[in-house]
């Protein structure tokens, strides 16, 4: 069965950095992207970033950029998220998520970890 | 940048009701658009990918229909377990995605 467990949240002072880990099994983690969504308490889903499967291609929400580097290390099946500059507006849960490409093209997240809470405050 | 509004923000409907919930793209993203359930305290879980498709393990009261800028999540027959949260989901845009506001739905 697919899984992605999620670690590494937790309270930091706003300016502090963070890194947060997903630990994938149950399928070939190299060939798939992968994504991280947060969700800030009370408010809807937001997408942060993605990684191609072989780290080579990222992608970031403007309000990220320069802050936050997605990363991964197929050898260890993880994703991360090192967040730095941190921000009150930074927080919320973050959710690590598989994107599946639906005949070859069409990119859905199909499997979602259980998300960690990162706060951000003094 | 793409937007995606939703529409309503939340409704209440009765059990066995028709449900629709609206999603509206700020330019056309053919059927690049997804639809998730989000229960709370929970993850989101994938109900419809490509604009129409189920995703393996939905109800079948559940459906998905647009294309372009237009798209619409209904649900034919509300079920108690169907009350959560929708979002609707952009991924044309060069890897930089948007997600809809959310639709509450309540009975």
């Known amino acids: 069965d697919v899984q992605l467990v999620e670690s590494g949240g937790g309270l930091v002072q706003p300016g502090g950095s963070l890194r947060l880990s997903c630990a994938a099994s149950g399928f070939t983690f190299s060939t798939y992207w992968m994504t991280w969504v947060r969700q800030a308490p009370g408010k809807g889903l937001e997408w942060v970033a993605n990684?191609?499967?072989?780290?080579?291609?990222?992608y970031y929400v403007d309000s990220v950029k320069g802050r936050f580097t997605i990363s991964r290390d197929n050898a260890k099946n993880s994703l991360y998220l090192q967040m730095n500059s941190l921000r009150a507006g930074d927080t919320a849960v973050y959710y690590c998520?598989?994107?599946?490409?639906?005949?070859?093209?069409?990119?859905?997240?199909?499997?979602w970890g259980q998300g960690t809470l990162v706060t951000v405050s003094s | 940048d793409i937007q995606m509004t939703q529409s309503p923000s939340s409704l209440s409907a009765s059990i066995g009701d028709r449900v629709t919930i609206t999603c509206r793209a700020s330019?056309?993203?053919?059927?690049?658009l997804n639809w998730y359930q989000q229960k709370p305290g929970k993850a989101p879980k994938l109900l419809v990918y490509?604009?129409?498709t189920l995703q393996s393990g939905v109800p079948s009261r559940f459906s998905g229909s647009g294309s372009g800028t237009d798209f619409t999540l209904t649900i034919s027959s509300l079920e108690p377990e169907d009350v959560a949260t929708y979002y609707c989901?952009?991924?044309?845009?060069?890897?930089?995605?948007?997600f809809g506001q959310g639709t509450k739905v309540d009975i």
């Open positions: 998520a598989r994107a599946e490409y639906y005949y070859l093209r069409f990119p859905a997240l199909d499997y």
């Open positions: 490509t604009a129409s």
């Open positions: 330019q056309s993203i053919s059927t690049y």
């Open positions: 990684v191609k499967g072989d780290g080579s291609e990222k």
């Open positions: 989901h952009q991924t044309i845009g060069a890897l930089t995605w948007t």
